[in-house]
């Protein structure tokens, strides 16, 4: 052929590690703790639901931007969770999944220039989604053992060519959750250098020990330059259903409509019913997710210090960024290989979360948005560590 076959951003890509470890947990009857996909089942009136707009014959296009009572629904739930004003026809676009409205709001507001700051470790989507959408992406450190930015490392990297920066807030894969004086502090350099704030939070309900999920975008100032993304994967238990939210001022949010209408159409009818009754579920559910997933998170902490891993309790979300020091190993993907052959236990590598790989090499990410007894079982076999390493 006269050009390459193949486009050089795709050329730039590598597989998923997370998606591929879950593969290697098939192959091997590992216990898969590396994709964060729960084991236990969705709440019984969501799957009532969307069993009954199937048969209701809710199965051909819904809007593209989302169904009439979805995005009521989630405006509903924005005002008392994220204390956000969202008007539903105008300020929220459905996409499929959260992983699409991040790829749908970098693809419709970079141009060739623009840099977008992401933190380093990051979700390992971020950086190829910048490179899709044209984007110069800018790393920051956040540096354990809170897995925070130093306020002045992360000033020095705004500039006239930034024109957003990615949050995930809580944080995958450290588990972090950023304080509201952490939020003005990014705010504050938002407004000063006219930059977009993206904020992943999915994992908005999912906070351990009092902490308060503050939404960037509720910040003096901030709402008409914020995107938040978010969706019902985690919160409810369905990651395959592949519902995702943008709450965008109107501008951006027509851009979102379109570019997203061009790249999926739409998210699945039925499942945009169901998700109507889930963004009205009452308070006290959230309550009790937070509550069951601190009580998992305590229970498999305390099994990995026993073990030998190094690491802090996360803030939020259902991850442990763990420390592999004293087992002598110095190549993350080597043990997490080794775990997953020989221990039975799949794991992520943390240098998948570092453009520097390096940086990443002392780490591996667990999971833990399993039932009780998948805990345990993943916990009986890490004892044989201390024998093996």
Known sequence: MQHPLISLKAASFTDSVIRGMSIEARRHGAVNLAQGMPDFPAPQVLKDAACRAIQDDVNQYAITWGAHELRHAIAEHAAWHLKLDVDPEREITVTCGSTEAMLVALLSIINPGDEVILSQPFYENYWPDCMLAGATPRFVPVRPPDWKFDPDELAAAFNDKTKAIVLCNPTNPTGAVFTREELETIAALCRKWDVIAITDEIYEHILFDGREHVALAALDGMQERSVTVSGMSKTYAVTGWRVGTILAPPEMTRAFRQVHDFVSIGAAA????????????????????????????????????????????????????????????????????????????????????????????????????????????????????????
């Open 270 to 389: 039925p499942l945009q019913e169901a998700g109507a009754v889930a963004y009205r579920l009452p308070r006290s559910y959230y309550d009790e997710l937070a509550a069951g997933y601190q009580a998992r998170r305590d229970r498999f902490c305390k099994s990995l210090w026993e073990v030998g891993f190094e690491f802090e309790a996360p803030q939020g979300a259902y991850y442990v960024m763990a420390g592999i020091g004293a087992f002598a190993a110095g190549d993350d993907v080597a043990f997490a290989g080794k775990l997953v052959r020989e221990i039975g236990v799949a794991v992520v590598p943390g240098s998948s979360f570092f453009r520097d790989k390096e940086l990443g090499r002392p780490y591996v990410r667990f999971c833990f948005c399993k039932k009780d007894e998948t805990l345990d079982e993943a916990a009986r076999r890490l004892r044989a560590l201390r024998v093996i390493v």
